[in-house]
């Protein structure tokens, strides 16, 4: 179960609940993965520099309300105004690989990132699928602008690497303030539409529905009905639409779309897919706005998913648990297991976190595999960890295999009692803080982009 989010915040500070805007409280099956879009998040060179130094206010206001949940930060990428965020929850993470990050500036031809797309793409049990968030230029003409930008944006993205392109991924996901407006109407027909909840009248108006039939890029994108408002452009702190002197005409600005490969390799072809050969379904269980949220002048969007796989992985690469009882009295034995193909390297480290942990990065303490081995053989190794390093006040934490070949978290434990310890808890205090001090270099560019 996936859900997106889209978002044009306008610049302003997160709101004091995303409950609803997540589905926090939905009686159904929790989510496994959180996406999340960001548009014109405050981008002023002093904020800009400051977040690059440390998470921006919305990547830690979003870690603050999912990590209790049990997710944890996958990945970031940030471009000025534009800031993309993936969560999940911790049973994923050994299957999720491959992991990358770009951005295409559009913007000042190509020269400035107020206006362009970020993504983030990965292998997700096997399959590969990339979330493209971007940021298109406004306004009614410039609809030909936009079209330009966005196939430029799907030829540059990991362009050169050693990946797919966009396109050659099983699933992209493409969402964003796409800007597209409602053509010819005027506002009084388009207002009076909207009010008599008359949305499809305006629909073959929308341009980018028309574009979609004539353009043949975009006619292998699929988006869920527009059963809501538009999402653009309302008074602040209101669902009243633009009341200023501008008095925008209201658009379906903010979108959700997708595009599954099967599909456009089936298009070609005569007769139907053999059912048996797909491995990858997508299904759109909610395509909603979220009009109580009121700090810009758009409304976010939300599209939750469900996605049916045929794992091409199912076994992690490293298996690893605790072993004996763990408290910081004495040392402790960290047991792991490799895959036969698994690239181990001198620069992989066993973490121990707490279980609400936020990212990569927000480990307890952690063991280098070479360094702290203290056995091996054909079925299984053996790391030591220091009592002076155990956490002294106990709880609960797991532990978690971080491959530097691969970049990302490959095996993690089932989570796991530390008894308190009867010294004081100053030392425990003591500890933490230092741990922040000694983070393995390798982490230094892994997903903070």
Not at 34 to 47: A, D, H, M, P, R
Not at 262 to 282: D, M, R, W, Y
């Amino acid at each position: 179960r996936l859900h997106l989010v889209t978002w044009n915040v306008g610049t302003a500070s997160p709101p004091p609940d995303v409950t609803s805007l997540l589905q926090l409280n939905s009686m159904g099956p929790t989510m496994d993965m959180y996406v999340i879009g960001l548009q014109e998040v405050n981008s002023k060179i002093t904020n800009f520099l400051s977040d690059l130094a440390f998470d921006d206010p919305w990547s830690i206001f979003f870690m603050t309300v999912l990590s209790p949940l049990g997710y944890i930060k996958l990945s970031s990428v940030r471009m000025q105004g534009l800031l993309l965020l993936i969560f999940v929850k911790h049973m994923h993470l050994p299957f999720i690989r491959d992991i990358h990050t770009q951005f295409t500036r559009t913007g000042l031809y190509g020269y400035w990132g107020n206006k362009g797309g970020v993504s983030i793409r990965l292998s997700l049990y096997g399959h590969t699928v990339c979330f493209m968030n971007c940021h298109l230029p406004a306004h009614m003409e410039n609809t030909e602008q936009r079209l330009d930008d966005f196939e430029k944006i799907l030829e540059m993205q990991f362009e050169g690497e050693n990946i797919p392109s966009t396109l050659e991924h099983d699933v992209l996901f493409w969402f964003g303030d796409l800007n597209f407006r409602i053509a010819d109407y005027g506002i009084h027909f388009v207002r009076e539409s909207i009010n008599n909840k008359r949305y499809s009248l305006l629909w073959e108006k929308d341009q980018l529905n028309m574009a979609k039939k004539t353009e043949a890029f975009l006619k292998e994108f699929i988006e869920g009905p527009l059963q809501f408002k538009p999402t653009y452009k309302f008074d602040l702190y209101s669902d009243v639409y633009d009341t200023s002197e501008k008095k925008r005409k209201p658009a379906w600005t903010d979108r959700i779309l997708w595009r599954v490969k099967h599909l456009c390799q089936n298009a070609s072809k005569e007769g139907e897919f053999p059912e048996e050969e797909q491995t990858i379904f997508v299904t759109l269980n909610n395509y909603v706005s979220h009009m109580s949220y009121g700090i810009s002048d758009h409304k976010p969007v939300t599209g939750t998913f469900g996605l049916e796989l045929k794992p091409l992985v199912s076994v992690p690469l490293v298996v690893l648990n605790p072993e004996g009882e763990w408290s910081a009295e004495h040392d402790v034995i960290i047991r792991y297991s490799t895959g036969p193909e698994f690239p181990s390297s001198a620069w992989d480290w066993i973490g121990l976190f707490k279980v609400t942990f936020r990212h990569m990065n927000d480990y307890v303490t952690y063991a280098w595999v070479e360094d702290d081995e203290i056995s091996s053989d054909k079925d299984s190794k053996q790391a030591s960890h220091f009592a002076a390093e155990i956490p002294t006040m106990g709880g609960e934490f797991l532990l978690c295999y971080y491959s530097n070949n691969l970049q990302s978290i490959v095996g993690i434990s089932e989570p796991f009692q530390i008894q308190p310890s009867k010294t004081s808890t100053e030392k425990d205090l003591t500890q933490e803080e230092n741990s922040w001090m000694q983070k393995p270099d390798n982490l230094e560019s892994s997903d903070e982009s």
